[in-house]
């Protein structure tokens, strides 16, 4: 039993079950009234519960008495560990090979070791340690109800909070200007890849590490895109496993302003629809797709979230089909792409689509005074407005998709959003080749290949995230095995390294790489640059063979790849970005979407 405890957990992600489970409860109870972060928060319980009945249960055995029932009811969960595969990577012997087989070979041991045991010998006397446990678990329900932060994980008391320091903002690197969408809020605070030309690119200065402090809210779930009004407050959709909410906040504070649910989903990690995406207008308004087909206006009258508009489109998607994301057109209109190929735009006379026969859009949108430049599962393409205002499609260019989906994308596909750069006459994409990814650049006006780069390790390349352009550069991340989602960066593991720099021609849209590197982890981020200082603003998770999840903020030399330091965020699953995107504040502060919320760095 000691032995199959230790291959079980280990202790740092027994004791995070034991103290962050009660308070993401007492949070889902007390903070954002939802009945399955309550579950979820019971069942991260429950699970250090059953490490240590299998201690104390070796602990009986050892003084000749007969072991609990706990190490018994133990058995079913540390098998269905050793078999689940979003549930294996929690486990402390799956660092090991052939640790599947070797865990279900304890369990199936000690389950006929315990059984025998139990005939012939006294009762252990119950004693102090459950008593112990409901206290802990009461005490830390209780200050997770009475806190709106992220879950505190003690094991950050253990864990390195960072280093380095930020390079001086007043030497800046060059970085070309991004025209201002008409229809959109002002850039770069208006959509998940800052302007319409999905940039993800900043020109002011970034926290120091040295000094700002971390604070965090706690939503209940991932807060993937953020944008930023004139009146200076946050606006995120945050999606949970059975729900979407608005969430409108004083981003100086993090204290709610308003909340709102805008609608239900399926549990599914990977399904990007209905909210995932949005922007905000020119009127300070939010626009996102919602479920089944809508596009939802959002204002805030004061400080109240309205409900302005919802256009219904459903009738214009194929059967089964959800809206991915979209984007204000540059003179009217509203560009949008389906999960399963459909690409429209709305218009005086209604909506009209183009389809693209079985192709999935899994990303989102740029925009230019051209049309709309969507990546689906076979091609980049182009699709303009024709006399009459329809979309027609001016060109496509294949990419090479791959054979399969790579750990740690959502499809087999094109992991990234199209990047508009050299002031708007070329594109880029990574494609989703093996035995490596390349870089692919594109004539935005032909279509036309203009150069290929290969990137990161044979075998080890694949990224679920917009490329980052800033001053002729490309910034490219490697996200490969982030899968399962969330667990894969549980228990002290992490994914593959890689970033790399690759420099274009604005002319000849020719390029090279300026520089790649294996400091930098990023499970998956969308990551952003800043001219100010030359920095790449990153999310990275380190490796730990005994098994700690820390999350750190990430400052990378945007011209040589150098990592320039790092600022703990937090620690645990509550602290895993999933799939969402890092920002600058107006103010000038980092902040980052989470699993479970939102972590900020502080400018001071």
């Known amino acids: 039993m000691l032995a199959e405890a230790l291959a079980f957990l280990s202790p740092a992600v027994a004791l995070a079950s034991l103290t962050v489970g009660p308070q993401v409860a007492g949070k889902g109870l007390a903070q954002v009234q939802s009945p399955e972060t309550v579950v979820s928060g019971l069942l ?44 294996h990577p929690l486990t402390w012997v799956s660092h090991l090979p052939g640790s599947r087989i070797a865990l279900t070979s304890l369990a199936i041991v000690t389950t006929a070791m315990v059984v025998r045991a139990t005939a012939g010998r006294a009762r252990e006397p119950s004693g102090l340690v459950p008593a112990a446990v409901v206290a802990v678990v009461a005490l830390c329900g209780l200050a997770g109800a009475t806190s709106a932060a992220l879950p505190l994980d003690p094991t950050a008391w253990v864990t390195s909070a960072g ?17 201002q969408n008409p229809a959109l809020g002002d850039n770069p605070w208006n959509s998940i890849h800052n302007d319409s030309w999905a940039s993800d690119s900043y020109t002011r200065a970034a926290p120091d590490p040295r000094r700002g402090q971390v604070e965090s809210l706690f939503t209940g779930g991932d807060c993937a895109t953020m944008t930023f009004d004139r009146r200076g407050r946050l606006w995120t959709i945050c999606s949970s496993l059975r729900s979407t909410d608005v969430w409108l906040i004083d981003p100086a504070t993090l204290r709610v302003i308003d909340r709102r649910r805008v609608g239900e989903r399926t549990p599914d990690l990977t399904d990007f629809s209905g909210g995932g995406y949005f922007v905000l207008d020119a009127r300070g308004r939010i626009v996102f797709p919602g479920r089944g087909g809508r596009i939802v206006t959002m204002s805030a009258t004061g ?12 009738s214009l998607l194929q059967p089964g089909e959800e809206l991915t994301s979209l984007a204000p057109d540059w003179r009217s209109g509203v560009w949008f792409v389906g999960t399963r190929g459909t690409v ?57 998709a791959g054979s399969r989906r790579k ?37 935005a006006r032909t279509g036309r ?38 667990t894969a960066t549980s228990g002290g593991h992490t994914t593959e390294p890689g970033m790399a720099a690759i420099r274009v021609d604005p002319r000849t849209g020719r390029c090279r790489k300026l520089w790649e590197t294996r400091a930098v982890t990023v499970p998956s981020l969308v990551s952003k640059a800043t001219s100010a200082g030359g920095q790449i603003l990153t999310y990275t998770k380190r490796a730990s063979r005994a098994g700690l999840d820390a999350w750190y903020f990430t400052g990378v030399d945007l011209r040589t790849g150098r990592v320039r330091w790092t600022r703990l965020a937090g620690m645990g699953m509550a602290h895993n970005n999933h799939y969402a995107a890092t920002y600058l504040s107006p103010a000038g502060d980092l902040f980052t979407g989470t699993l479970l919320g939102l972590v900020v760095l502080r400018a001071r």
């Open 44 to 87: 991260q319980v429950g699970l250090g519960c059953s490490w240590l009945a299998l201690l104390t249960g070796a602990w009986s055995a050892w003084r000749g008495r007969r072991p609990r029932l706990g190490a018994l009811l133990a058995q079913p969960v540390v098998i269905a560990f050793a078999v689940i595969d979003i549930l």
């Open 163 to 179: 280093g380095g320091t930020a390079p001086d903002p007043r030497l800046s690197v060059a970085a070309g200007a991004i025209p």
């Open 303 to 314: 400080d109240r979230l309205e409900t302005e508009r919802e256009l219904a489109l459903s």
């Open 344 to 400: 429209g735009v709305t218009g005086a006379g209604g909506a009209r689509v183009v389809r693209f026969p079985g192709q999935d859009i899994e990303n989102s949108l740029a925009v230019t005074e051209r049309g709309a430049l969507v990546v689906t599962s076979r091609a980049l393409a182009l699709v303009e407005r024709d006399s009459r205002g329809a979309p027609r499609v001016r060109w496509q260019t294949r990419y090479a």
């Open 407 to 443: 750990p740690g994308q959502t499809s087999r596909a094109s992991g990234t959003t199209p990047t508009v750069l050299s002031a708007g006459r070329h594109v880029a994409i990574a494609d989703n080749a093996e035995p490596r990814m390349h870089v692919i650049v594109a004539d």
């Open 449 to 486: 290949t203009t150069c290929s780069v290969p990137v990161f390790r044979p075998g080890r390349s694949a990224t679920e995230n917009s490329l980052i352009a800033t001053g002729g550069v490309l910034i490219v991340e490697n996200n490969y095995g982030y899968d399962p989602p969330v």
